[in-house]
């Protein structure tokens, strides 16, 4: 439940943000508030596309044998986990520049008219971070036992309204809460999230006899955190922890972040500048 909570809050203020971005920048003149219909038509389709995804999955999956779910859960579970680590890199890369972005992509559509190319920008926009939910839940939805459906039903609802306080909040500009630090801490819980993902994915690999486990478990943790608890079920869903974990687990986990933090540095770096003409064109000195 935790999950479905935390990744509807998450993606909707997404969301939320490119929407609240363009709907301001329209509604700054006259001529562009003649858009906000196009505007609205897009949240629209790009909402019905993410739930066209859904239907296909649920569809596909109801179509499998056990055996075939289990692989298919797999997939989705890994699929996920690079969506997690590939929406982080792009965060960093273009946060900072993402109001300017797509303002000037609305401002081309707007000079020449192009109604439709507004609404084909902001329907990918919603389509990508829904597409990005159904595939993040779909794996949660279709193994959930716990509180059934309704229960997941209403933790999405509590994340979506959770993500208009929070986007109300960010609106306001506070000191505490803005959208840098925002995207900071979620950029860490996301990637924890994707850790996770990635270890139910060997839970399952090695249920299957697919990946060996050369020493199971590395050791026994619980006594201290056991996964049945409050702390240690959600230590389980967001980050990965096991309380037996397997050394082929353990050493896949270890290379996930190995391979992150690397990513993430190489993401923070500024873009080198490309030489002016006047700059190439100078001789160098030699000492």
């Not at 353990?250 to 540095?265: D, E, G, K, P, T």
Request: with cysteine; charged share 15%; aromatic share 10%.
């Amino acid at each position: 439940m935790e999950q479905v909570a935390f990744i509807v809050w998450r993606e909707s203020v997404e969301a939320l943000l490119v929407v609240g971005i363009l709907y301001a920048w329209l509604r700054a003149s006259p001529e562009g508030r003649r858009g906000l219909p196009w505007l609205w038509g897009g949240v629209a389709a790009g909402l019905l596309l993410a739930g066209a995804l859904a239907l296909v999955l649920l569809g596909l999956a109801s179509w499998l044998s056990d055996t075939g779910q289990e692989w298919f859960q797999i997939v989705m579970a890994l699929a996920a986990c690079a969506l997690v680590v590939q929406m982080v890199l792009w965060m960093r890369q273009h946060g900072r520049n993402l109001k300017r972005q797509l303002e000037a992509g609305a401002a081309r559509q707007l000079d020449g008219r192009h109604w439709w190319g507004l609404l084909v920008l902001v329907m990918i926009a919603v389509a990508r971070e829904g597409s990005e939910t159904v595939v993040f839940l779909y794996g949660t939805v279709l193994s959930a036992t716990e509180g059934g459906l309704g229960g997941l039903l209403l933790a999405g609802l509590g994340g979506f309204v959770a993500a208009l306080c929070t986007f109300w909040l960010l609106q306001l500009g506070g000191r505490v809460i803005t959208w840098r630090r925002f995207f900071q801490l979620t950029e860490i819980l996301l990637l924890l999230l994707a850790g996770a993902l990635l270890v139910s994915a060997t839970d399952r690999l090695i249920s299957l006899d697919v990946l060996p486990t050369w020493v199971d478990p590395v050791w026994d943790s619980s006594a201290l955190l056991d996964t049945e608890g409050v702390l240690g079920r959600v230590l389980a869903d967001f980050a990965g922890y096991r309380a037996y974990p397997a050394l082929s687990q353990l050493l896949i986990w270890l290379a996930y972040w190995a391979v992150v933090l690397w990513l993430l540095r190489r993401a923070s770096r500024p873009a080198a500048r490309p030489a002016t003409p006047a700059q190439a064109a100078a001789p160098t000195q030699s000492s």
